[in-house]
């Protein structure tokens, strides 16, 4: 009787482990759907990431071309030539980093779509989804870099048309509108004033180009000191 009390425990015993491996492998599989399902999804962003990277590179492009041929155009004067000169090429930087980040993008995209194959026909969906993830963060990345170097190219394009029309003397506001607070202007706290910063000041906006000296593209507290003189 012992014997045969042994052997239902034993079988017992076995019945469970049996179970538990079983509920295991079942509780696996949504696991893998799931990890297939997220490396397709990253893979998909990850490409509309590399498409907006690649505009803005084209859009860049566009303006850094534009730039060159408005400062090939003449400017009124010579200071006005230097500033040309200058955000011209910063356009053409911008445009060079757009369009390096584009090419990161589509890099990082494609190595997406691979660990999305990998991720449906291998046996370690898990960690291709991971990759794929780590994909997608590179190409946002990439993507960022883009737009905000379209941006500045954009900008440069402007700024260059602008400075075609720059005199060689500084252009001065009435006596009030040289009081400037620098630290209320300084919006961000870099401890210069940028274009879009300036425009808060309405002489110094109408002057920005003249009272940045460098034609760095923002103005220091020096060139503030030297406008108010």
Request: net charge neutral; hydrophobic share 45%; proline share 2%.
């Given at each position: ?74 400017a009124i004067s010579e200071r006005g030539a230097i500033a040309a000169q200058a955000t011209a090429q910063q356009a053409q ?32 969906p898990t960690g291709a989804a991971i990759e794929a993830r780590a994909a997608l963060s590179e190409a946002r990345t990439a ?87």
């Amino acid at each position: 009787m012992r014997t045969h009390a042994i052997k239902r425990h034993s079988l017992l015993m076995l019945a469970t482990v049996a179970a538990l491996a079983a509920s295991a492998a079942s509780a696996q599989v949504p696991g893998k759907v799931q990890s297939k399902h997220d490396a397709v999804e990253k893979a998909d962003v990850a490409a509309q990431d590399a498409r907006q990277a690649r505009d803005s590179a084209s859009s860049a492009q566009a303006a850094a071309t534009a730039a060159a041929q408005t400062r090939q155009q003449g400017a009124i004067s010579e200071r006005g030539a230097i500033a040309a000169q200058a955000t011209a090429q910063q356009a053409q930087r911008a445009a060079e980093d757009a369009r390096q980040a584009s090419q990161q993008a589509k890099r990082a995209s494609e190595d997406a779509r691979s660990a999305q194959a990998a991720a449906t026909a291998g046996s370690n969906p898990t960690g291709a989804a991971i990759e794929a993830r780590a994909a997608l963060s590179e190409a946002r990345t990439a993507n960022a870099v883009a737009a905000d170097a379209g941006s500045v190219a954009r900008a440069a394009a402007a700024a260059t048309a602008e400075a075609n029309q720059l005199p060689d003397r500084v252009i001065a506001p009435p006596s009030d509108g040289r009081s400037v607070d620098f630290a209320a202007l300084d919006a961000n706290g870099d401890g210069v004033i940028s274009r879009e910063e300036s425009r808060a000041h309405g002489a110094l906006s109408a002057n920005f180009l003249a009272v940045d000296v460098d034609a760095d593209g923002r103005i220091s507290a020096n060139e503030i000191a030297a406008w108010r003189r």
